[in-house]
């Protein structure tokens, strides 16, 4: 009789225990949301031709762009946990679950621009295992850890890597992160929101930032801050 694996259960190869990566993800990716950002903007003062002249070709009212981005549903009532910076300033925010064609249009429930956490909620259905934060203090360095997401909107990605370290300080822009985790797994544009999962299947991070002059060097927002976040978003 051959058993059934279970998620994060070890798995043998040639004398060497390996953790079992395939029932990790196919148990939780269908957690696991890729997101696409319809943005707005105004377009940018009048133009002027040499010597002061209008420039008098006509202008739209707005120009559109789109951004791309991963998020996970979290608790039982399908509520979606992604980063501040993917949704912001969105006009119309698309979700597409594991295995599915057709996207379905989400509401932004509360954001917090400081923390870059954003919580959303869409007429999905919810899968039958979630994406819970870990409880634990905090993730460890050398601690193997499974990225799912959407980069360059190749959605629900996996790849693989360990905790490089912990409480890694970081400013971007307007945004200062005191508790980020760094991790060697790929990151790249597109991974932002998506879950940084240890082998039990929690929640040890989420995947925010990556370093352009480097490789093998990402950043989550650790499960203590988004935990912490998230409580007070939604019972303020």
Known sequence: MVSRARAGSAQKRNGVVLPNFVSLVNRYRKAVVGIEVIQETAPP?????????????????????????????????????????????????????????????????????????????????????ILRLSKAKRAQPGEWVVAIGSPLGLDHTVTVGIVSAVARPLKIGDREYPNLLQTDAAINRGNSGGPLINLKGEVVGMNTAVSQSSQGIGFAIAAEVLHETVQRLLHR
């Open 45 to 129: 003062p009048v133009r002027l031709l040499p010597f002061g002249i209008p420039w008098d070709r006509p202008e739209p009212d707005t120009f559109r762009s789109v951004n791309i981005g991963t998020g996970f549903i979290f608790d039982p009532h399908g509520h979606i946990l992604t980063n501040e910076h993917v949704i912001h300033g969105a006009r119309t925010v698309l979700l597409r679950q594991y295995g599915k064609k057709q996207q379905v249009e989400a509401n932004v429930v509360a954001a917090d621009h400081r923390h870059d956490i954003a919580i959303l909620e869409a007429p999905i259905q919810t899968p039958p295992t």
